[in-house]
Nanobody
């Protein structure tokens, strides 16, 4: 009923840039928080950055100064601008959205993931 879809991953060289996009759709009354998480082989999925409806942002220490999270013109969209990419940024990136359904109950949805690969 509520779906989250990411796009924008790809293969880039170290020092390059990528912009990830996320769109949430379905029976949504409001979205309170949207965030990006990433998972590397053998490791747990970890927070990269998130943003609230009030534009408060949080970043993992490893990406501060290089990544920028923002909300799009539509409130159900979100972007992650990734600059100065490093090989250690290689991971599957997941979009997460937390909010309320049209009938009032909270939802917590994840996208399918998009692969980001940074070559040295």
């Amino acid at each position: 009923q509520v779906q989250v879809v990411e796009s924008g991953g790809g293969l880039v060289q170290a020092g390059g840039s990528l912009r990830l996009s996320c769109v949430a759709s379905g029976s949504i009354r409001s979205i309170n928080t949207m965030g990006w998480y990433r998972r590397t082989p053998g490791k747990q999925r970890n927070l990269v950055a998130d943003i609230t409806s009030g534009d408060n942002t949080n970043y993992a220490d490893s990406v501060k100064g290089r990544f920028t999270i923002s909300r799009g013109n539509a409130e159900n969209t979100m972007y992650l601008q990734m600059d100065s990419l490093k090989p250690e940024d290689t991971a599957v990136y997941y979009c997460n959205a937390i909010g309320r359904r049209s009938f009032g109950l909270e939802f917590n949805k994840w996208g399918q993931g998009t692969q980001v690969t940074v070559s040295s």
